[in-house]
């Protein structure tokens, strides 16, 4: 007997009310289907599919494909199963009819995980994705008309939810082949930009870590705000002798991180702030190689580190020196500290562990004042 019981957890996780039971050499599918009286009653289908471990995704894939039948009202579908797969247009039934958005949603699930592994942070990446979806009314044909109108009453132009949106929405158009243009969600998208944060100066960022540097999470600090890292890199920085340090890139979409190295800027602050020797981690956290690395520890390492501001010591010093301060405004301050200094833009950009397009994209206004700076000064001489 084949064990089913993973292939059921899965098809649970998906919302299917739906198991596969085998029976002799079979495969069956076990719920409460429509009867042809109008009624619905427990029973089984047959899978066509014999009980051999290779065919599980296909049951699996079945199994929705009788889900979305049922949601879009057109069960049975035509048997046996002629298309091993869902048709490519996207649409649920022979006559033409569109999928429920229920069923197109499932759909996305289950294409998102074929994808990749099913790792703490695709978990994260799914509920945000995930998110936006569960604004689709889940009855309702899924066409780009319905995408269009849900994008339109669920969010305001401009913001970012209406930018996450209109992505997840045009990946669900492209997976179903809906027909129509999706200019149409494109045009929705806008250009939106954050708004831009006043970062803390050098003088400010000093007073700061000489207040928390004897606090529990004051070596994090410290290392933080004079590496430029993220702060879920921190427990891996392996710091040497002449002011650089190895750390992982833990930001790369459905890869596994990679070592980087950085660099200290300005390198008095290792020896003003003894970061030398043996860090100084809360609760032990330390990843020093891409196999010790875990996303879900490293969350709770992050949350553990912005939640202790709520301490009352910690609470009285960033009320008085950094009352809107946040983790990242270290990284941004590094990263405008290494332009004002004339460093090499891709060399920085490296060494904060994402790529030249990016860095230019992120600190362009900064790159345009430390330019505008440079000509003036050559000019002025």
Known sequence: MLDLAPLNATLRGLGLRLSVEQLNQALYARGTFPQPDGSRRRSRVALGLRATPSVLAEAQLRCLQLNAAIAAGTYPPALPWAPAAPPSSGRGSAEGAPLSCGAAIRRFEVSYWEARPRTSAAERTWDRIALELR????????????????????????????????????????????????????????????????????????ALLDALRPTPWGWCYAALATFGCRPAEVPSLQLHADGTAQCLTVKRRNRAPAVRTCFALPRAWVDRYALGGKPALPGGARWLSPEDYDSAQAKRFVDAWRHSRRTKAQRAVFAALAPEFDLYDLRHRWAVRSIEAGLPLTLCARALGHSAAVHEQTYHSHIQASDLRAAMAVASA
Do not use: M
């Open 135 to 206: 604004r689709l009314p889940e009855g309702a044909p899924c066409t780009l008309r319905q995408l269009v109108a849900t994008i339109t009453a669920a969010t305001q132009p401009g913001t970012r939810t209406r930018l996450e949106s209109c992505k997840v929405y045009k990946r669900l158009a492209k997976l179903l082949a809906l027909p129509g243009n999706l200019d149409d969600i494109s045009r929705l998208q806008g250009h939106y930009e954050p708004a831009r944060r006043a970062l803390p100066t050098d003088p400010e960022i000093e």
